[in-house]
């Protein structure tokens, strides 16, 4: 299986994660969390905030609703919750409060250039990727853009996306021709079971080189600036 199709097989599809990879969001996930959880009585700065704070942090990268899911557990408060979340970090979107990563989309020009497709993805829902895009002006950077809702539901860390954007666009004849790039483990696990040839970690956002490679790492970069000259040369890096 995959067998015409090595380790080091030309990438011919990009899957580049946004929040904390490609657009520098200055911690808003963590301030729209705040506002949700106060619509639902949780108190700032009580033992309760701080549990959900730390739960919020370790699952950086999930879909936002899976994130509610478990801290609220029934369905109706757990949409509640991803509502509000939503509209606060729409609000602070709308009001300039983030950028590209530097050199973000310059690298995806270039890896363009250079004959790529790259798609782009978030854990956020359809209306806050939107509100993203438009911000930065990004509505035609990408080849495609897709959220949890895109692929059936379920976000990272399950591989749908990635294996989604390998449908919509047929950029791939194979997922070894296939690079994934995140700033989370989640990330990293979603591109692993994707069977993706590389896996790449950014120091860009919300975990560390030590935990992007337990999640599964190909490679660590400082950030998605250094992608393009990394799919163009040698790739040896890989964990063991």
């Known amino acids: 299986m995959n067998s015409d199709y090595p380790e080091d097989a030309p990438v011919s599809l990009v899957v580049l994660d946004m929040a904390g990879t490609t657009v520098a969001d200055g911690g808003l996930v963590e301030q729209a969390f705040g506002a949700a959880a106060g619509r639902l009585g949780v108190v700032p700065g009580s033992a309760e905030h701080a549990e959900q704070l730390a739960y919020v942090r370790a699952t950086m990268g999930e879909s936002k609703i899976s994130v509610f899911r478990h801290l609220y557990g029934d369905e109706q408060r757990a949409r509640r919750a991803n509502a509000a979340f939503e509209e606060a970090y729409g609000e602070l979107v709308d009001g300039g409060r983030i950028a590209p990563v530097p050199g973000a989309r310059e690298a995806i020009e270039a890896l363009r250039d250079a ?38 539901g379920r976000g990272r860390p399950y591989p749908d996306l990635v ?52 999640a599964g790492a190909t490679h660590v970069l400082g950030s998605v600036a250094e992608l393009p000259a990394l799919l163009e040369g040698p790739r040896p890096e890989r964990p063991s």
């Not at 798609?119 to 939107?130: E, I, N, P, S």
């Not at 950077?141 to 959220?147: I, S």
């Not at 690079?179 to 970690?201: F, N, P």
């Open 115 to 152: 004959g790529r497709t790259v798609v782009l993805t978030t854990g956020f829902a359809r209306v806050t990727q939107d509100a993203i895009l438009d911000a930065l002006g990004w509505r035609d950077l990408a080849a495609l853009t897709l959220c949890p809702a895109d692929a059936g």
């Open 163 to 214: 294996l989604t954007a390998l449908l919509r666009t047929g950029a791939a004849d194979s997922v070894r021709q296939v690079a994934v790039v995140g700033d989370t483990s989640y990330d990293m696990l979603s591109g692993r079971r994707a069977g993706a040839s590389v896996v790449a970690g950014v120091l860009t956002g919300a975990h560390d080189e030590a935990a992007l490679r337990a």
